[in-house]
């Protein structure tokens, strides 16, 4: 959230030069005095000026003010029922480059910058675009954009041409790799309340649906962060020499349909970002991309809560988990460094109505015997790897290290002749923090 002031510098008599060396502040004029959305210049002509905000529009919209009426607010782009307004750019003077992030695949179009209109839709694969640049007097844009597939490419657009098109204009590639020969695929999966949960699948083309391959399955689901399409080397160096399926499940929690996506997956709905992960590794089985014990899951720091928790709730889903600092005692976390920002997803436990909800998904509250329930049949926990890092003062190690000592003692050491025989062990890194805060060599190992 920010706000908004102006200062008229033509209506300076010695402009800015005028008040070099002097102590008097210049005179700004507010136009938005209150932190209750946000703003983002986009283009101005003269006294009008064009904002991109989520003021009453929660997948944001474009708007313009004349500062010499500014009470008078009008709307150039709406809000989608659907999609969300990413950003807006200037060009090719009477234009305006929008991005728009449209099931979790990024879509960009040329509007008419006076009244919005939609003039093109510029075709690109499903991806990413991680930067646009381009300047409003000139007619040409550069697109940053990313895949599942592809490293960084830039792609630029003549936006003078009939039917604007993207050309490549700069492209990196990956020794001994060909994306030619996989595929990225978008399905939408049904989950609990008939939500459908999008899912991108990453394979080599012509997979055999039988069943016998190895599967990795990430998520994450929480704080508004949108997982959206990018190349992972480690994904394609299993999908590759390992034939693995790589699956990314965009559970609610996640900003990829807006705040009532975030909020349908945050505090008593929390409960959803499971339920959906857990749909998705059903459709990956059911729809023979691979079997329970092929299937490994993966996410890390709330993404750590999510495999943590779904490992809790169907131990009988899933072949292995890896929960990379993971928050896992879901009822004191809010006591540890900056533990406490978190309660504006999770709630806190202070709170006897939070506590209630917290309690029952909370990863270090809900480690059970599975076959005790399991009506006489064989059942344990996955291989389990929890993994943290001794400098992490983001989600501390004593998260990873409880759930441990407690997945230890319940499943293994409390009784003689346990059936856990996968084994539940831990990763801490030295002189390491939470993901960015690793050293370069750390993360290149």
């Not at 204009?169 to 001994?176: D, P």
């Not at 459709?283 to 014990?293: A, D, N, V």
């Not at 002749?417 to 831990?426: E, L, V, W």
Request: with cysteine; aromatic share 10%; glycine share 8%.
């Amino acid at each position: 959230m920010n706000m908004l002031y102006y200062c008229d510098i033509t209506a300076l008599p010695d402009g800015l030069e005028g008040f070099d060396g002097s102590e008097e502040m210049l005179p700004f004029h507010k136009l938005i005095d209150n932190f209750e959305a946000q703003y983002h210049l986009v283009i101005n002509d003269d006294t009008r000026f064009t904002f991109w905000t989520n003021k009453n529009a929660t997948r944001y919209k474009l708007v313009r003010v004349d500062i010499r009426e500014p009470d008078s607010w009008r709307d150039i782009i709406e809000e989608s029922e659907k999609d969300v307004l990413v950003s807006a750019h200037g060009v090719n003077n009477d234009k305006l480059l929008v991005c728009y992030l449209k099931d979790v695949k990024y879509v960009l179009q040329v509007r008419n910058s006076e009244t919005g209109h939609l003039l093109h839709n510029l075709p690109i694969d499903i991806g990413s675009i991680s930067g646009i640049s381009g300047r409003r007097k000139d007619n040409v844009a550069f697109i940053n954009f990313r895949s599942f597939l592809r490293p960084s490419t830039i792609y630029q657009c003549n936006l003078d041409a009939q039917k604007p098109e993207l050309q490549v204009f700069r492209e990196s590639a990956i020794s001994h790799f060909d994306h030619i020969e996989f595929e990225t695929r978008q399905v939408f999966v049904p989950t609990k309340g008939k939500t459908k949960v999008p899912m991108f699948i990453i394979s080599k083309k012509k997979l055999p649906l039988n069943g016998g391959h190895p599967a990795l399955l990430y998520g994450y689901g929480g704080f508004n962060v949108n997982i959206t399409p990018s190349l992972n080397v480690a994904r394609i160096v299993i999908a590759k020499h390992f034939g693995a399926v790589c699956a990314i499940a965009n559970v609610r929690g996640g900003g990829e349909y807006g705040e009532q996506w975030h909020k349908a997956g945050s505090l008593s709905n929390k409960h959803n970002s499971f339920d959906d992960f857990i749909s998705c590794a059903e459709f990956l089985i059911s729809e023979g991309y691979t079997q329970p014990k092929k299937l490994c899951i993966e996410g890390r720091s709330n993404g750590g809560l999510l495999v943590a928790a779904c490992i809790n709730q169907r131990p009988d889903l899933f072949g292995c988990a890896l929960a990379q600092a993971g928050v896992m005692d879901m009822l004191r976390f809010h006591q540890f460094t900056i533990g406490h920002t978190w309660t504006s997803d999770y709630g806190c436990s202070d709170n006897e109505e939070d506590f209630h909800w917290l309690i029952k998904y909370s990863p270090l509250h809900n480690v059970k015997r599975p076959w005790e329930n399991s009506g006489g049949q064989s059942s344990q926990y996955p291989s389990t790897m929890l993994l943290s890092a001794d400098h992490d003062d983001r989600v501390v190690p004593l998260h990873s290290l409880k759930l441990l000592a407690t997945m230890q003692f319940v499943l293994c050491k409390s009784i003689k002749n346990s059936p856990q025989n996968n084994p539940i062990i831990a990763r801490i890194e030295t002189k390491s923090g939470h993901g960015a805060g690793s050293p370069t060599q750390k993360r290149a190992n």
